[in-house]
Structures are given as structure tokens and as C-alpha cells.
């Protein structure tokens, strides 16, 4: 990721999708992080409630639900459930980010409620804006930008599984 050309829609959308699940969320957490919020990991092996990433600014409290699909648009059913669960929660705004699509019931239930819904190409253009005001550097992680070895860094091998799933809760 750190070396793709981000203005290529093609290269970013392939490399997006090629990523494991929880580097796409990590991916999502640090672009947020990156326009300010404070972002808290819930997903990854353990049952995350339906929801991968709590949202925190002046706002409010968001709940966030990934969705790395390769070719799946993103339904109706999985929007309505973080719509409840940001009311159990007692969040501001339920946000689903995809790295595809959404089908128009999935829309249309969206519609006129605190729903965010964040398709493939709104994403790249989310991590462009954050890429532009923040480069990764060659010192810093493929996936967050962070600098190896800071906490917000996942590290790259399978040693450390164990640190990934405590550090960061996947």
C-alpha cells in the first residue's frame, strides 16, 4: 500500500481489496484517525457486536462496520443491524465502509437517518485527502502510516499475531 499510486483508481481498488480483513480494518481506522477522531478497534477473531471501530470527536460517538468484499454489494440487512446496534450503543451515527458497493435497498434505508454509508471509490478519496496532508514514509507501516514500531504500527509477521491481537484487538 505504501508504494501505490493513489491517484490510480485501479491500483488503489485492487490493492484494497487484495488486503487481508484486518488490514482493511486497520486501513479504515487510521484514515479516520487521521481527520481527527479518536478510533477504538473492536473487531478481529473475537465477536465484535457487529461493529469494528468506535468513532469518537467533538461530534459525538460513531460505530463503524467494515466490509472488505470482493464482489458482494453490501445489503439492506447489514445496514439495518448497525442501526440498531448504534442505538443500543448509544452512538451519534452508524458509519459502514465497504470496499465495494451498496444495493439500493441498502440506500434507500440509509436515507434521512444518521447512516453513513462509504463505498469503494469514497474511500480512496478519503485516504487521498489523509495521504495528502500526511504521507506514509518509507520508515512507516504498508497499512497505517505509522512509524514501524509505534503503537498504532502493525507489525508484518506471523510472530507477532499475538501483539497484533492485544494491540490493536483483532
Known sequence: IRNCDWSSDVCSSDLIRALPWQEFEL???EAFRRQGYRAEERGGSQPDGGVDLVLRNAAGKSVVQCKRW??????????????????????????VVSSGKYTKHARAFAEGKPIRLIDGKALLT????VQAEAPI????SPVTGAPEGSPNCPKRSEEHTSELQSQFRI
Open 27 to 29: 486501513l479504515v481506522g
Open 137 to 140: 514514509s518509507d520508515q512507516s
Open 126 to 129: 478519503m485516504i487521498r485527502e
Open 70 to 95: 470482493r464482489s458482494a454489494q453490501v445489503g439492506v440487512n447489514l445496514v439495518r443491524d448497525l442501526y440498531g446496534v448504534m442505538t443500543a450503543e448509544g452512538a451519534d451515527e452508524a458509519i
